[in-house]
């Protein structure tokens, strides 16, 4: 079993920049790839970025390609999002997600999830 804790989302101006963090639970983190999605209103949730679980394979959709970056620390059992450049189409609540395996792919592929945190970019 493995929780998930985010935090770090909230309001910020076109253009400026938050980190978001997940802590996680348990003593097999870097057995599992992680993940941060998105859901806006309306929308479908979409993954953002994913590391492999030993930190090596990074994805980014093309839509935060160059804005955001995924991190990890296996010794903290911490996942983190820099987002920079922030823009209004990046409103959205942001889930935290953990996939037991390298890589995360695919909503469907997701075994734990966090509560989410709200990023709201406005000015």
């Known amino acids: 079993q493995v929780q998930l804790v985010e935090s770090g989302g909230g309001l910020v101006q076109p253009g400026g920049s938050l980190r978001l963090s997940c802590a996680a639970s348990?003593?097999?983190?870097?057995?599992?790839?992680m993940g941060w999605f998105r859901q806006a209103p309306g929308k479908e949730r979409e993954l953002v970025s994913q590391?492999?679980?030993?930190?090596?394979?990074?994805y980014h959709s093309d839509s935060v390609k160059g804005r955001f970056t995924i991190s990890r620390d296996n010794a903290k059992n911490m996942v983190y999002l820099q987002m920079n450049s922030l823009k209004p189409e990046d409103t959205a609540v942001y889930y935290c997600?953990?996939?037991?395996?390298?890589?995360?792919?695919?909503?469907?592929?997701?075994?734990?999830w966090g509560q989410g945190t709200q990023v709201t970019v406005s000015s």
């Open positions: 590391v492999s679980s030993n930190g090596v394979i990074t």
């Open positions: 997600a953990a996939r037991f395996g390298l890589a995360l792919q695919d909503i469907r592929d997701v075994h734990y």
């Open positions: 348990g003593r097999t983190f870097r057995a599992y790839a």
